[in-house]
């Protein structure tokens, strides 16, 4: 709730210093006198309750109360039970211990879809809040990235320093939170990434200052639900998903011409 307040927050402020951009230029008329402009590409920004996405989006704008898109975005989904472990770990020396405890896969999802954006009220296009609603569908590319730890192992009788991903046999040392020192680097098992495709289907409430303007930027807030075609381990501790379900909080920013 706190990280969607400061999404608002920051969509206000940003929105006050546009709207006193575009209000020391032109006179701005009525979107009744019709549509101005017929495009929109804009970037975006969204969190969600167990991850975050980094998108782009290349509207049609076809009246003033209705645009069609392409959609493409890239971010990570979390496990909603994943737990981040930070403890002071001393071996040599000391140092921060930082991992996701009983962390299988890191899962990231690159999305691709299509949808529209329906305004239910017109406005002045200097003053005013346009309000409306998104619905958008599509396809997906899961990536499954192995999770790897730095743990400490014996060895003929020495402790010794390894990197190790979860299996049955060493599922001992992976979950042993005594032995386990930190996660290794992000590019641990880039190799070994899984592909696991499926669709996604979003919806969400639009609130858009700046829906008949040159400078687009609008606050989103809704759910989305990813869906796989082969069920997603990403906690060794959790049963397999086949899809997920998250509330998200998007701003979007850009241009019309």
């Known amino acids: 709730m706190k990280l969607v307040l400061n999404i608002i927050l920051i969509f206000c402020s940003l929105n006050l210093i546009l709207g006193q951009k575009n209000n020391n230029g032109v006179t701005q008329e009525s979107v009744r006198k019709g549509v101005i402009y017929k495009n929109e590409k804009c970037w975006d920004f969204s969190l969600h309750t167990n991850g975050y996405n980094i998108g782009y989006h290349s509207g049609k704008i076809l009246t003033y109360y209705k645009t069609k898109y ?50 239910l009220s017109e406005k002045s296009r200097s003053k005013g809040l346009a309000v409306g609603y998104n619905f958008e569908g599509g ?32 599922r001992q040392d992976f979950l042993d939170v005594n032995k386990i020192e930190s996660s290794s680097s992000f590019w641990k098992g880039i190799n070994e990434t899984i592909l696991r495709p499926g669709f996604g289907i979003k919806m969400s409430l639009r609130l858009d200052p700046g829906a008949f303007e040159k400078y687009a930027r609008s606050l989103e ?22 899809y997920f379900i998250n509330f998200f909080a998007k701003l979007q920013f850009g241009k019309r011409y």
């Open 139 to 170: 396809l997906i590319c899961g990536f499954l990235k192995p999770y790897y730890l730095r743990v400490l192992r014996s060895i003929d009788g020495k402790i010794v320093n390894e990197e190790i991903k979860y299996s049955e046999k060493n």
């Open 221 to 242: 807030l809704g759910f989305l639900i990813d869906g796989y075609l082969q069920p997603v381990q990403i906690l060794v501790t959790e049963k397999k998903e086949h």
């Open 70 to 119: 392409i959609h493409i975005d890239f971010g990570l989904v979390e496990h909603p039970r994943e737990s981040k472990v930070s403890s002071l770990f001393i071996q040599n020396s000391s140092f921060f211990s930082n991992y996701t405890y009983g962390k299988q896969y890191s899962l990231w999802n690159l999305r691709a879809s299509r949808g529209f954006i329906r305004y």
